[in-house]
């Protein structure tokens, strides 16, 4: 069984099936069709929703609120959690502040994704304490609108973040802590209908034992990828075990060398501690998909599921990153490029898992790229991370990797050859940069030709030298995003 | 209560009322009439109503070939499924097999053959929609493949044409050519676009008594669902009632398209006799459905000094896919906008209809116009850049004048035309010339970034081409209360055409827009109406509702100068109340007395468009009663090493005319500006060499999002220019000619990219101007013009 409330009705779910996703469930199954579908793959925000946490942090007991696609959220996920829709926004026959806005600024024209927009503002007011253009497009960059050109939407957004008059959400604040309280899961919990089921535990202990009695089992953390097997290629996962409710995977930690991140930590939740190391890092995490999406989606995630495309992985091994794997109570530390052998093979074994990140701090010489078809949620064609360290003119140390150039993230152990123990000057970059193609034979796809690809990821190359050595020369259209 | 005694009592308070003006009709900003149900998630789309008990849940099974002959198919696995009620092939079908709108070609399930990857060949009934999936990919077909052809080129050169090719043609342009001081010529390749309208194709459909349907359809246009429906039942229309209360997005692509879904649910319902709904997943919708049409050009054209064209030769090579649907006036209507705000001396304007194995491409948002007018944007900026010439000042140069070279290609004079000063206003407030010098010298400091800069016109003509198609209905009703009922043969998909009508209406009977209702359109209330596209929608059905009120008020002046024995010229309507000579009464009341003294208050109303016609044997007439003008000035940052790009600025000046809605005006011009802007840059259409279309969802297809509005978005429309023709309160159709503002974000990429080359080349930048192309541009400038950019460079760095 699991329980949430639907926005302040107490569920207690024991049949469901844990393949339905919470915009099914919404729609179809306590019809409520405010949420809308446009694309059942996360990537066009209408069906964004909003869930409340209860979150315990310097200023007391909150609730967090956070957008999110119900498109890829599987409703075992909402154990002890709040689920927020649009038909909860209006209040005893008055529109929320947020939805007054929208229709105050002409907000809509067709409609259908009207909904998600009003839930992204909704989180977005939650969140904020004054209105801040950058805030607003990063809040909304996960919802598409076909028809107004987003200005009168933004106009919106400023207008909901500087008059937040107190909602039915706030006055309710103290009970609905209380009622979440209530239900905080004290034991491992099961969904389950048929012969499927899916798994809930609290502790990496219970992770490791139920992974082990069931190797077959999917891990499901934010789910942004799984989800799609279901979504988009109509497989069944039979057995899944959710890890989103395990405090000591989502823990970030700051030590003097070196981050430790969670395995089931948000991206969002790592955004703050790796733009504070390494600005790139916050930049390309700006980036990455789309605000619902890294709500939701994990650091551990984007590793664990081996994309070739995935956008951390290359930013994290040029770091030198490592991962803490854990099977039953033994633990080992690999560095991540050991981890990724080829396309979607993995150095993991049978029911091991992810459990945390290691990422070095101190690496001044690190700079990030991501190149893609759109700025905000797209999948990079290339990706592409330096990490040079530079003594007396002369390169001591390089680590190069890429995504979107191999089958796997990969260093560019050519280029990095050239690079150590040479100058740090334009001819050895030229060299460097010849080398990539040694390294690389990239594919041609609908994102880009392997040409646009190779002369690309030179060019970055370049770039980083220019960024280096003439700071003052401008070299990012993302500066002006 | 004494009614006399109330209106003796409250008569000078009446008299303020009545002194007071209307706040939501004509003119003034009211807000879309569904906005309050959108931003609550209450307005209904049809995913949203109830369902009927035993509905049935329909999915298609595609071809996943290009071109094959179809061997054969067994339905039998599919039954296999618990849940299944039906499989239909095309031999279920009970009347006509092909769905095409004007001419066949579009089959509603495949027939002895598949035509493109994404084709229906057959589809699964059952109780959910997961069942109808599994069991239909059950199926087993078997082909015999066929060779496809999917390259517009190739379809091109060897005439694989679905129409015959067509030509506009004015003066001798081979001779004009020939003695032209330059001449240059060039290709270029102009990519579609998927309509992404985020509420994919639905019908859902009801069967009624007498062999009957009631189809609940997303459409543009309900009449041509209605007389298909019919006709795939073989039934006659008046047995099938179309109703649609709003699109989530249409833009063109639920003009024809919609069809599909709701027929193969007609022929579901009539051989189950149960209710069945069709939703189309998005990457079903966009395999199966066509998109804006791809276009091949060539050209060759002949100027002088000043970059004036003397002569002109331009083929336009649309790629239809596998059939005509709507392809015929698509491709006619690019080669009427091929001059857009110029000019051409003496032109040869050649359309050709290409045919290629892949989805019927098929109405979007300007219709070929944006394609004609991307055409001749090239042109402009290459020969701009053989003479070493600010963009501006060639088009300038080009543009249409007031009294004289104000003929078009096809022989229309251009009236009434607004180009000069609205560049001239849009060049003062963009502060055009300063930000040249400003970018000229950014440039010069910037190695890697560049920006660019480029002012582009639009003159877009209105009214369908299809002449007969420029008329429209309405129906008014009054009820004794005096609240309105309003309805129109105009669809609404979010551009506000309801809103519009509804102030219309409120205007004419000076009341509230509240008290009038906007409901469904239904073919059973106004018939045979044409589909709401082409811009048409708020002049054709504004128009008829316009004279639906006229004539219910008509009867009301009447009535109270008979009952108050007054002049007609005594009876005032204003703010809700009307003015009897020196009394002054409610509105309603008015509408109590007009009942008892049996008046009738209801009206229908129609609209033709005047002054219109067309001889397409001879490519000549007016087939446009106005145009509808705009330019926009847009500002780029562009990345040298990658090809990435931010647009900066944009500024737009827009013609409305007397605009009836200046909030949902601009909603439309800003909104059609993204919209071409995203079919210009990021927005790729990407075939594989089996020609499946591997952009499928919006994972792969990028349409524009949040980031990608300019920095700086500054949108004006016309002020004081009310449309001189007689249109509905002097307004201008909106709909599609801001989409074409886009084409400025396009030039100022190439501006950008142009810089490399000081300005002396034209860069290769085909549509859309993806990072990739822009790069190879890039690149391409790089190795031309590289020693002369240094050059300038260090000449402009020592100023």
């Keep these: ?481 | 209560m004494s009614n006399h005694h109330a209106v003796a009592k409250t008569q000078a308070e009446l008299a303020e009322l009545f002194s007071q003006d209307l706040t939501s009709g004509v003119g003034r900003s009211v807000k879309h009439d569904s906005a309050a149900k959108h931003v609550s998630g209450e307005a209904q789309y049809i995913d949203d109503r109830l369902e009927f008990p035993n509905q049935l849940h329909l999915y298609a099974r595609l071809s996943d070939r290009a071109h094959a002959k179809i061997l054969n198919i067994d339905t039998a696995p599919c039954y296999a499924f618990d849940g299944v009620r039906i499989v239909i092939t095309h031999e279920d079908v009970p009347g006509l097999k092909d769905i095409g709108p004007l001419l066949p070609g579009d089959p509603l399930l495949a027939i002895d053959t598949v035509q493109f990857v994404g084709q229906v060949v057959l589809a699964v009934a059952a109780r959910d929609l997961e069942t109808a999936r599994k069991a239909a990919l059950a199926a087993v077909i078997e082909y015999e493949d066929l060779e496809p052809v999917l390259d517009v080129v190739e379809a091109y050169r060897n005439q694989h044409f679905v129409l015959d090719s067509h030509t506009h043609q004015r003066g001798d342009s081979a001779t004009a050519l020939a003695a032209a001081k330059h001449r240059i010529q060039g290709t270029l390749h102009i990519g579609g676009q998927e309509h992404f309208y985020l509420e994919t194709q639905i019908s859902s459909v009801m069967p009624t008594e007498d062999g009957g349907m009631i189809v609940y359809c997303s459409t543009q246009n309900p009449t041509e669902v209605q007389k298909l429906v019919a006709e795939v039942l073989d039934v006659s229309m008046n047995k099938i009632v179309v109703d649609m209360r709003r699109m989530g997005g249409g833009f063109g692509g639920k003009e024809t398209q919609a069809a599909s879904p709701a027929c193969l649910c007609a022929v579901v319902a009539r051989l189950t006799g149960q209710p069945t709904k069709m939703r189309l997943p998005r990457v079903e919708d966009m395999l199966m459905t066509g998109k804006r049409h791809p276009f091949y050009i060539e050209y060759d054209v002949g100027f002088d000094d000043s970059g004036r064209l003397h002569g002109i030769q331009l083929e336009l090579a649309g790629n239809c896919g596998c059939s005509p649907d709507l392809s015929n006036s698509i491709v006619d209507r690019a080669m009427f906008h091929a001059d857009n705000a110029y000019y051409l001396g003496d032109a040869t304007v050649n359309g050709h209809r290409c045919k290629t194995n892949t989805a019927s491409n098929t109405a979007y948002r300007g219709f070929g116009g944006p394609q004609g007018m991307v055409a001749i944007e090239e042109v402009m900026d290459a020969i701009a850049r053989h003479l070493a010439l600010d963009p501006l000042a060639v088009r300038k140069a080009n543009y249409y004048g007031k009294t004289e070279r104000n003929v078009t290609h096809y022989y229309q004079t251009v009236e009434h035309n607004l180009l000069e000063e609205m560049t001239a206003e849009l060049e003062a407030s963009s502060q055009y010339a300063e930000r040249r010098e400003a970018i000229r010298r950014y440039n010069a400091h910037s190695p890697i970034l560049k920006k660019g800069l480029a002012l582009t016109p639009v003159k877009f003509g209105i009214s369908f081409t299809a002449s007969f198609l420029n008329q429209a209905g309405a129906l008014i009703h009054i009820y004794t209360d005096g609240s309105i009922h309003l309805n129109h043969g105009g669809t609404e998909m979010g551009q506000g055409l309801n809103t519009k009508v509804a102030q219309v209406v409120a205007e004419v009977f000076q009341v509230d827009i509240d008290r009038v209702q906007i409901t469904a359109t239904n073919t059973d209330k106004v018939p045979n109406t044409s589909p709401t596209a082409a811009s048409s929608g708020a002049d054709l059905n504004g128009k008829a509702a316009q004279n639906a009120a006229e004539t219910i008020k008509q009867r009301l002046v009447e009535f109270a100068a008979r009952h108050y024995a007054v002049s007609e010229a005594d009876v005032a309507f204003h703010n809700g109340h009307v003015r009897v000579r020196e009394q002054i009464l409610s509105f309603e009341s008015l509408i109590q007395q007009a009942y008892f003294a049996q008046v009738s208050l209801s009206s229908t109303g129609f609209y033709k468009t005047p002054k219109i016609f067309y001889d397409r044997s001879q490519a000549r007439g007016r087939p446009f009663y106005y145009f509808a003008f705009g330019a926009a000035c847009c500002e780029v940052i562009v990345d040298t090493l990658t090809g990435e790009y931010k647009m900066l600025r944009t500024d737009i000046l827009h013609d409305v005319g007397a605009s009836l809605n200046p909030a949902i005006d601009t909603g439309q011009v800003e909104g059609g500006f993204i919209q071409g802007m995203g079919w210009l840059t990021m927005e790729e259409l990407v075939w594989n060499d089996k020609g499946k279309l591997m952009t499928n969802g919006p994972a792969s297809y990028k349409i524009p999002a949040v980031a990608d509005m300019p920095l700086d978005l500054r949108v004006k429309l016309v002020e004081n220019r009310k449309n001189p023709e007689d249109t509905v309160f002097h307004s201008k159709a909106v709909g599609e000619p801001p989409f074409m503002l886009g084409i400025a974000s396009w030039c100022a990429i190439k501006d950008a990219v142009a810089s490399l080359g000081d300005y002396r080349h034209q860069p290769n930048i085909d549509a859309p101007a993806t990072p990739e192309r822009v790069l190879w541009g890039c690149e391409q400038m790089r190795k031309l013009g590289a020693a002369k950019a240094v050059e300038a460079e260090t000449e402009m760095a020592s100023l």
């Design chain 1, 1 to 481: 069984m699991i329980q949430f409330l639907l926005n302040q009705e107490l569920r207690s779910e024991h049949a469901l099936d844990p393949n339905l996703t919470v915009l099914n469930y919404l729609r179809e199954h306590v019809g409520k069709p405010g949420t809308k579908e446009g694309c059942a793959s996360g990537d066009c925000g209408a069906c964004t929703v909003v869930v409340g946490e209860l979150h315990s942090d310097e200023q007391g007991e909150r609730i967090r609120y956070r957008s999110l696609n119900a498109c890829l959220t599987f409703v075992s996920s909402l154990h002890g959690k709040q689920l927020i829709s649009v038909e909860d926004l209006k209040h005893q026959g008055q529109l929320h502040s947020v939805q007054q806005a929208m229709v105050e600024c002409h907000g809509s024209q067709c409609g259908f994704c009207t909904p998600g927009f009003v839930m992204s503002l909704f989180a977005l007011q939650k969140n904020s304490d004054a209105p801040d253009r950058d805030k607003a497009h990063e809040a909304l960059a996960g919802n598409l609108c076909r028809c107004t050109g987003y200005r009168p939407i933004l106009a919106a957004a400023e207008q909901a973040c500087c008059n937040k008059p107190q909602d039915q959400f706030d006055s309710r604040e103290a009970q609905t802590i209380a009622r979440l309280k209530a239900i905080a899961p004290t034991h491992t919990a099961e969904l389950n209908s048929g012969d499927k089921r899916c798994l809930v535990p609290l502790t990496v202990a219970d992770l490791a034992d139920l992974y082990d009695a069931y190797p077959q089992a999917r891990l499901l953390a934010g789910g942004t990828d799984l989800a799609l097997e279901v979504t988009q290629f109509h497989r069944t996962l039979p057995v899944m075990i959710y890890v989103g409710n395990i405090d000591e995977m989502k823990r970030i930690e700051t030590f003097d060398d070196r981050l430790e991140i969670g395995a089931a930590a948000a991206l969002s939740d790592c955004y703050t501690a790796l733009r504070h190391e390494y600005p790139d890092f916050g930049e390309l995490l700006q980036r990455f998909a789309s605000l619902q999406i890294r709500n939701q989606g994990t650091l551990g995630g984007n590793i664990g599921n081996a994309s070739p495309i995935g956008d951390s992985p290359p930013l994290l091994i040029a770091l030198g990153a490592q991962i803490v794997l854990c099977k039953g109570n033994v633990r080992r530390t690999l560095a991540l490029e050991d981890y990724f052998i080829d396309y979607r093979v993995t150095a993991r074994q049978d029911s091991e898992f992810i459990e945390k990140i290691i990422v070095p701090k101190g690496h001044s010489g690190f700079r990030a790229y991501k190149v893609s078809k759109r700025l905000d949620d797209d999948i990079s064609a290339v990706c592409a991370a330096f990490n040079l360290k530079i003594d007396d003119g002369v390169i001591s140390d390089a680590r190069v990797a890429f995504g979107g150039m191999a089958a796997t993230p990969k260093r560019a152990q050519h280029c990095e050859t050239v690079l150590i123990g040479a100058p740090w000057n334009a001819a050895t970059v030229e060299h460097a940069c010849a080398a990539l193609a040694e390294d690389f034979t990239p594919l041609s796809d609908f994102r880009a030709s392997k040409e646009y690809r190779l002369l690309s990821a030179q060019n970055l190359l370049r770039k980083y030298f220019i960024e280096l050595q003439t700071p003052h020369i401008e070299t990012r259209v993302t500066a002006y995003v």
